[in-house]
C-alpha cells in the first residue's frame, strides 16, 4: 500500500475495492472456479469503466494515468485484485494495451476494444524451459517472409487465452526481438488448456505452427522490439508483486482478528508469545513487501537505472516471504484453513500462482547475480 | 511360558514370508503416499476399503492378525519383533493401509487397556477380523489443540447416556462402523477432571456424518454431528468423569503411530518411494546438471533420511526405556517440518511449473496443489506448536505455559466473545 | 517566521556540495563497514577518534553541525531536508562516523528533549563542537533487554547522589567524555517507578572503565564499575523517580538510529560498499557461474534491497504520521535477520576456506569469524526478540506479555536463585 | 550419544571424558590458543594411552576396537572431545593410523609411533578447488619415476602439519589414486600456516614440490588406493559428525541451564514460549544429529551400501543445524555469549571448523544428490 497516495489514487483504488466486494465476494469466485472463463466478460466491461485497463496507455492512445505515475497506479488496482482474490484478465489486459500504446499507437481498434473492455488480448511470453521467463531464451521465432510474419512456436502459461481475440506473441527474429498481435482465429494456433493452481485464472499452451500475419501487425519495430518486452516484463512482475501484497494483506488481517476471536486452554490465540513472535515476523514481511512493490514500480514510473535490480528483488522476496506468510496463516488456522470452504485458500492460491508466472523467486535471485555480474563487468 | 509358547522367531518369519509371497499382490509403494488423498469416487472408495476388509480377513485366518494381541481376543500373543518380521515380509506387498490407523492405533490399544472384559471380547475379534473399523470422535470444530476442552455433553439418563455436540477430523468416518468419543460429562469441575470416554457405533440414528472438502479437493475427513444419540452405560470406556486418564493414553497411542506393535505398516515403506522422486523431479524440470536443483534434491533427501534414523533412534529409545515416551513429540515435529520443507522443495524444483501444468507434465504437475496443501502435515495429527510445547514442558522440564482453564469450573474457562469466523473478515 | 528564516533548501544544497568537495577526502565507503571492528592498537583508536572531533569541529565552523538543533545552542535552527541535503552531500566522503551514535542520538537527543537551560547550554554546543563525546550507559551485566531492571543505584545525599553499581555495552566508552546513565534510586515501588536518569563525566574518580574482548577479537566494548560516585543534583536529567519517562524516549531515539535528523550519515553508504561483495566472494570462490551461488549472491543482495526500502518506508511512514512510531522496530527486526543471513551467505560463498584460510585468500578470508560474530546484529541495540515483542504488542495490539515484575515493589521482584554461570557447567 | 553402548564403549568414553575435564578446561583452551601447535605433545602421548588413536587400527596392527565396532568406538571419542571442545590430532592420527593399519599393515614402525602418541601423522587430502574434499577432483600428482615416488601439488587445509613428522599425501596416478607416505621434512615439502576459525586446531596450507621418496612409502596399491581413500574420507566425515554433536550436546545442555538461572522481567528465560519453542527445535535437530551420527558410524562398521549416503547426510544435517543450533544458543545468552570470555565460542567455533574441513553441508547436499542421479542411472 501507498503511504503517500494521490486523492486520485486513493479514489481509483477505493472504487475498485467497492466493486470487487460487492461483485466478487468469496462464494462467487466458488462459482467461477466451475465456469470455463474464470469470469464473466460484461463484469469485466463493467471493470474496464473503472479504469482497468488504461492506466498504462499514454493519453494519445486513449489511457491516461490519474497521477502521472502510470506504474503506481495500475499496482493500486492490482493491489485490490490481491485483496479480493478477483478474477479476470488484469495482467495481460493491461500489457497488451501497454505495448500498443507505447508503438505509436498502434493498432488503435484493438486498444480501444482492450480500454472499454470488449476485447480481451494475452500476452505469449514465457516458454517451457527452466528460465521460461526470460526473453534471452526465447525459442519461438517470427520471420519476415514478403510481406507476412510467420510465427512458429509454443508458449506456456498464457492467461485467459481462449477468451482473447488477439494475442500477443513475443518471438525471435535472428538475433532481436518481435512483437506481433496475432487475431486468436488465425488458422495454425492451437490452445490447450493448462491447470492451474488458482479458483479462477485460466491459462493455456499455446502452439504456433506456421501462423501468418500481415507485417501490419507487428508491434513496435521487427527485431528491435526487446527493450519493450522487457518494459512489459518487468510492468508484469510489478502488477504481480503488488497483487500478492493485497493478497498477503488479507491473509495478514484475517488471521491477526482470528487470533483475537479464537480461544484455546481459556486464551486467545493472540496472546502465546510464540505466536506474537510469528506475527511479528510476518508484519516485517508484509511492510518490506509493500515497500517493495511500491518502489519497483515508482522505479519503473521514473525510469530509474536500478529499476531491473528492484523489479526482481521485489519478486523475488514476495514470491518467497508471500507464500511464507500466507502458509503461515493457514497453520495459524489449523485444518479449517486447509478447507474449500475457507477463505484463506484462495490467498493462498493467488501468492502461489503469481510467483510462478513471470519467473519463480529463485529465477528472479538469479536474475539479480546476473544484474550484479554486469555491473561487475565479469 | 505357557504351554504354547511364542512361535520361534526364525520359523515365524519363514511362514510369514511364503505366505506372503503366496498371498499378497506385489505393489508399487509409492501408490500408497496418496492412499488418503486421491480423487476415488464414493463407490470407488468404499470397494477400496472393502477390498481391505477382505485383505485383513485373510490375514487373521492366516494367524498374522493381531500379533501382539492377546489369544485371548483373537489374537497371536507374540511379540513385537514377530510384528517386525510380518512388517518386514510385506515390503513391496498390499496390505490393508486404510484400517491401520486409527482402528489399530490408537483405537484398538485404548480398547486393550480400558476396555471391560465383555467390550474386548465383543470388539476385539471383530476388528482383527476386519468387520470393524473404528474412529477417534476427539477434536471438534474450534478446539484445535485443546482437546480436553471437549464441548460435546453426554447426560446421564438412568443407565444409558443422551450425547449431543459435534466431532471433526476424522479420517473417513463415513465409511467406518465404531467410534471412540470423548465427551463432557461434568461442566461444574475443571475441564481435565469432567470428561468420559464412550464407544459408539457411527450408523446410530442421530449420528450425521458429513464429509469436507478440502482445498484439494479430497474428502478424506468427516464431520460428525450428534443430536441426542443414546449410548448404553455399558459402552462406557472407563470411569465416569475419568475420561481424561484414558484420553492422555488415547493421545498417546496415537503419537506412537507406527511404532507401536499393534500396527502392520511395510517397514522402510516411505525410503523406499522417496528414494529417487526428488530427483526425476528436477530432471523433467531440465534440471538434472543445475548445482542449485541438485543441493535442493539432496536436501530433500537429507530430511528424508534424517528422520528415518531419527524415528528409529526414539523408538529404540522408547522401547529400552531410554528416552522418555513424551519424545515422540520430537519425531512428530521433526515430520511436520521436514515435510513441509520436502513439498516446498518439490514445488520449487517444478518451476513455473508448479503454479500452471497440463496432465502431459509428468512428475512436476499437482506439485502447487500439494504446495498449496502444505501445512497439512503440521496440522494433522496433533499440530508442531503443541509438539514444541510438549517437548519443552515434558521432555525438558522447562516452565508449564499459563492455562486460562486450570482449576476453575469448565463452565467459567473464558471462550471467544463470539463464534470465530471462518472466512474473510 | 523569525527574521532569519531557515536558509533556503536549494541554495544551501550548493553551498554544501561545494564545501564537502573542497573539504572533505573521498573514501572508500568500505573502510566503514568495520569501523568498530577493525584492530586497531589503542593509540591508533584514540588518534582515529582524535580525528574526528577535529572533523566535527570543521563541520560546526562551516555551519554544518546540528542542522536540527536550535540556534540558542549552537545549532543552524534547519529542517530535516536540509540534513538529508548534507547526507546526499557527505556521500562517498569521510565523516565523523563515531560521533553518531550514542552522541547525536539518543544523547543528544534526550538532552535536547529533557535537559534544563542550564545543561543544554552547558553541554549542546561542546557535543556540536565535538568537545563533548557522550555514552549511554543504560545495560547492566545480567540485565539483557529489562533495562528498566537497573539495579546501578544512586542515594541521595544533600544536593549530591552517590552512585553504585555496573553498566556494560557502552561502545567506545574508553574515548568518551560523558554518559548519560539510568540510575535506580527507589526500590520500594514497582520498577518503572523508581528510576532517575543523570549524566556523569566518564572520567571521573570512582568510574572504572574495563574493555571487554569479543571473541573475534575487537574490543569496542567497555563495562564500567561505579564506586560510590558522587553526582551533583544539578546532573539530573529529569525528575527524581521519573526516570522511566524520560528512558522511554531515549529508547525511542535510540531505534530511530540514522533516522533522526540529528545524525549525519552519507545516504546510501550500506548500498554502495554492499552492492559488488558478494558477488566478488563467489567469483573468488571460482563460483560465478555457479547456479547455486548464483542464487546466494541474488538472495543476499535482494535481503540488501528490500532493507533499504523497507528503512525508506518506515522513515516516511513515521514522518508522516502513517504508521506508529514502535514501527521502527520492523526496520529492527529485518536489519537483524537480515545481517544474520547475509553474514550466513558470506560464510557459504567462501565454503571450505569459511573454517581455515591464509591472508592470500582475499575476499574469502576472514568471513568464518564474521560467521562467528553473525549474532551480533540481532542482539546489539535491542534483541529481535524484543523487536518481536514491540511489534506484536504496540504495532498489532496483541496481549502484553505476563511480567513477573509487575505492580510490585522491585526489592521483591523474583530474581535467579544465583548469579547465573559466564561458562561451561 | 548411542542409545545402547557396550560397556567397554561406555568406559571408554566416560574416561576420556574425565580425562578432559582434567587436563583441558577452557582456561586451558585458551592459553592453548596462543600456542603455535595448539596441543601439548606429553598431553597427547597420555590420551594415546587411553586409546585415542588404536581404534581404527585392526589388532594385527597393534590396535584393537572395545566392541567390534571400530568406527562407533571412535565416535566415542570424538563425542567427547567436540563436548570439551578439546584441542588435539584426533582426526589426522586416527586417520593416518587406520590408512596404515588398513594396508596389510604397513609401515609397522610409523603405526607404532601413532599408536603411542609419540609421532603425529596428518593426512594430505584437500585441495583448494570448490568442491576439495571429493577425491575425483584431485590434482596433486604421485608419480612412479624408477624406485621413487613423485608427488608434486598442493594441499590445503592440512591439520597438524607443521607438528607432524609423517604426512600421508593422496594424489593421482594417471586415472587412479595413490597414497605416500612422506616424512615431513623430506626436501621440496613447504608448510605455510593458515588461520582457522578454532582456538586450538591448526592448519597448514603445504605444497610438494617434486617431492621424492621409495616407492616402498606408499600405502596400498599405487593408483588402485581409491576404494581406501573413500573410506578414510567417510571415516573422516563421521568422526567430524560425532565431534560436532558432542558441542551441540554441550551447548545445548548449558543454554537449556542458562534459561533457567536467567530471569527477565521476573520470569526465568524458561516460561518465555518463544524461548520454549526454540529449545524445542532445537532438541529436535540435537536427536537427530544423534541419530544421524550413530547410524553413520554404525553403517561404515557393517559395510552398508547406504553408507555413503548416510554419512553425506550426517555431514550435512550436523554442519547446517550444529552451527544453527549453537548460534541459537548465542542468541540467547546475548551479548555475553559473544565474549571472549564466555566458553560458548569454543563450542560455536569447533562447529563451525567441522562444517569445513571435509566439505561444507552444500557439498554434501550435492553429493546425496549425486548419488541418486548415479542410482537412478542418469
Known sequence: MLLKPTADQQSLRETTARFLAATVPPGRLRELHRDDAGFDRAWWERGAELGWTSLLVPEAGGGGSVSGRPVVDATRLAHEFGFHAAPGPLLPCNLVAAALGAARPSHPEVLKGLLSGSVVGSWCLTEARPDGARPEGIATTVTLEGGELVVEGSKRPVESAAQA??????????????????????????????????????????????????????????????????????????????????????????????????YTFGRPLASYQELKHRFADMKTWLETGHALADAAAAALDEDDPGAAELVSAAAAFIGEYGAELVQDCVQIHGGIGLTYEHDLHLLLRRVTLNRTVLGTPAQHRRRIAALLAEEGGS | MTSAGPEDLAAFTARVEAWVE??????????????????????????????????????????????????????????????????????????????????????????????????????????????ELWMQLLSEPGGGSDVAGALTTAVRDGDQWVLNGSKIWTTGAWWSDWGLCLARTNWDVPKHRGLTVFMLPLRRAGVDIHRIEMLNGSREFCQEFFTDVVVPDTDRVGDVDEGWTVGVRWMFYERLL????????????????????????????????????????????????????????????????????????????????????????????????????????????????????????????????????????????????????????????????????????
Open chain 2, 22 to 131: 503366496a498371498n499378497l499382490r506385489p505393489v508399487d509403494p509409492a501408490l500408497y503416499e496418496g492412499a488418503f488423498r486421491t480423487d476415488l469416487s464414493e463407490e470407488e472408495e468404499l470397494a477400496a476399503v472393502g477390498a481391505e476388509r477382505a485383505l485383513q480377513r485373510r490375514l487373521y485366518d492366516a494367524g498374522l492378525a493381531g500379533l501382539c494381541v492377546p489369544r485371548a481376543y483373537g489374537g497371536q500373543g507374540l511379540t513385537p519383533e514377530h510384528q517386525q518380521a510380518l512388517n518386514r515380509a510385506i515390503e513391496g506387498h498390499e496390505f490393508p493401509v486404510r484400517l491401520q490407523a486409527p482402528t489399530f492405533t490408537p483405537c484398538l490399544a485404548v480398547l486393550l487397556e480400558f476396555g471391560t472384559e465383555e467390550q474386548k471380547r465383543a470388539h476385539v475379534p471383530a476388528i482383527l477380523r476386519g468387520e
Open chain 1, 165 to 262: 481475440q488477439w494475442l500477443l506473441v513475443t518471438g525471435r527474429t535472428g538475433s532481436g526481438l518481435t512483437q506481433v498481435l496475432v487475431p486468436a482465429a488465425t488458422p495454425g494456433v492451437r490452445l490447450e488448456p493448462m491447470t492451474s493452481v488458482d479458483l479462477t485464472r485460466r491459462f493455456w499452451a499455446a502452439r504456433f505452427e506456421g501462423v501468418r500475419v500481415p507485417v501490419e501487425m507487428a508491434v513496435g519495430p521487427v527485431g528491435g522490439a526487446a527493450p519493450q518486452v522487457e518494459r512489459q516484463l518487468r510492468c508484469g512482475l510489478v502488477l504481480l508483486a503488488a497483487e500478492s501484497v493485497g493478497a498477503m494483506q488479507r491473509a495478514f488481517e484475517t488471521t491477526l482478528q482470528w487470533s483475537f476471536d479464537r
Open chain 2, 258 to 425: 507406527y511404532e507401536t506393535p499393534l500396527v502392520t505398516f511395510p517397514s522402510g515403506l516411505s525410503r523406499t518411494f522417496i528414494r529417487s522422486s526428488y530427483a526425476e523431479l528436477a530432471r523433467a524440470a531440465g534440471r538434472g546438471h543445475d548445482p542449485a536443483a541438485q543441493e535442493l534434491v539432496g536436501e530433500a533427501r537429507m530430511l528424508d533420511v534424517a528422520f528415518e534414523v531419527l524415528q528409529e533412534r526414539i523408538a529404540l529409545g522408547v522401547r529400552t526405556g531410554r528416552i522418555s515416551d513424551q519424545a515422540a513429540a520430537v519425531a512428530r515435529l521433526f515430520k511436520g517440518v521436514t515435510a513441509g520443507r520436502t513439498r516446498t522443495i518439490a514445488f520449487e524444483l517444478a518451476g513455473m511449473t508448479g503454479g500452471v501444468w497440463t496432465a502431459d507434465d509428468g512428475p512436476l504437475a499437482e506439485r502447487g496443489v500439494e504446495y498449496l496443501m502444505r501445512q497439512a502435515g503440521s496440522i494433522g495429527g496433533g499440530t508442531t506448536e503443541m509438539a514444541r510445547n510438549v517437548i519443552s514442558e515434558r521432555v525438558l522440564g522447562m516452565p508449564r505455559e499459563r492455562a486460562g482453564d486450570r482449576d476453575i469450573p469448565f463452565r467459567e474457562v473464558p471462550r471467544a466473545p463470539s463464534s470465530p469466523p471462518s472466512g474473510l473478515p
